[in-house]
């Protein structure tokens, strides 16, 4: 695999680890800070997921939120042979995701590749309580940690995530789990990450805008996410295909 193919599939997977967890909501049945009604915070909630368009292939994922308390909740998400767990706080402006996943480290594996990031200094929200027309908000986090390709040495690599969001009106949208009536928010990514490659510094750099599609008590229904990695130009799009809130 070349250098340039595996570094958009790491950062795929980095994306996938943030931006396919990153919902937004206004309020649900669910009592106490994590009320949100685009995404319920419920346990044994559960969503199935197809994607397909990226460097990677076609893939589904599965992800069911566990351990709900008053004030967060972990996400664990798997994938085929892979898992992930992510916990999140709640407060009162709404939900922020505290890692990327796995516990306090992601532990992500894709054809062999390995990328295992300590995630700090996390600020703004990833979910609001409220959103109005037009809203926008902002996410950012720290990133400390290694990556490696097949037969390689973990190599020393750190950086940063930020996104933009912003609420784009309402959409009926329609995917393999039926037909909804959705709100459309847009996300604007960029990853800034420094990797020490075989002794060489390489610069690790994606941008994105990604359209998101949220329905009010079912949660993430869509994504269309167009990237740029270096000249490298992509599409994926993530479906649900089912889902269960009890």
Known sequence: MRLTTWLVVTVLTILIGLTSCTTSGVSSGTSGTCENILYPVKQGAAWTYASAGGPSGSFNYTDTITNVSV?????TSQFDGVSRAQEWHCGQDGLQALQIGGGSAAGISTQGITAEFMTSDVTGISLPREITSGMQWQYDLKMQGTMAMPGDQQSPSSGTYSVTMQEMGRESVTVPAGTFETVKLQANSN??????????????KYT???LIWYAPGVGYIKSVENGDFGGTVFSVTTELQSYQIP
């Open 71 to 75: 004030d967060g909740f972990t996400l």
């Open 191 to 204: 990853v800034d990450i420094m990797t020490d490659f075989q002794g060489i510094q390489v610069p690790v």
């Open 208 to 210: 994105g805008i990604t």
